[in-house]
Nanobody, 122 residues
Framework: QVQLVESGGGLVQAGGSLRLSCAAS????????MGWFRQAPGKERVFVAS???????YYADAVKGRFTISRDNAKNTVYLQMNSLKLEDTAVYYC????????????????WGQGAQVTVSS
């Protein structure tokens, strides 16, 4: 069993920055890939970024160059630094633990956090 708890969401003006954190417990974290997804109102949950145990990361085109995923294995925590935020980044952001398959597919993640609301205003 894996427990994931996100924090760091909030309201920010367009062009601003936020950092999301996801604290993991229960399953070996150090070797496990982790991902971030987001879901805007009325839309499907979509891939944002993922990171392998060795730090190799992948990004959705919509966030590439603005968002950075990182992890601290000593703290069992994964982060999502979001810069140059846009109105269209408004969504609930979910942290997820990879259990097999494609890094870009939400079905490959078997454990999810409760979500963190990020709202970008003009």
């Amino acid at each position: 069993q894996v427990q994931l708890v996100e924090s760091g969401g909030g309201l920010v003006q367009a062009g601003g920055s936020l950092r999301l954190s996801c604290a993991a417990s229960g399953r070996s974290f150090n070797r496990n890939p982790m991902g971030w997804f987001r879901q805007a109102p009325g839309k499907e949950r979509v891939f944002v970024a993922s990171i392998r145990w060795n730090g190799v990361s992948y990004y959705a085109d919509a966030v590439k160059g603005r968002f950075t995923i990182s992890r601290d294995n000593a703290k069992n925590t994964v982060y999502l630094q979001m810069n140059s935020l846009k109105l269209e980044d408004t969504a609930v952001y979910y942290c997820a633990s990879f259990t097999g398959g494609s890094y870009f597919d939400s079905r490959s993640y078997g454990y999810w956090g409760q979500g963190a609301q990020v709202t970008v205003s003009s």
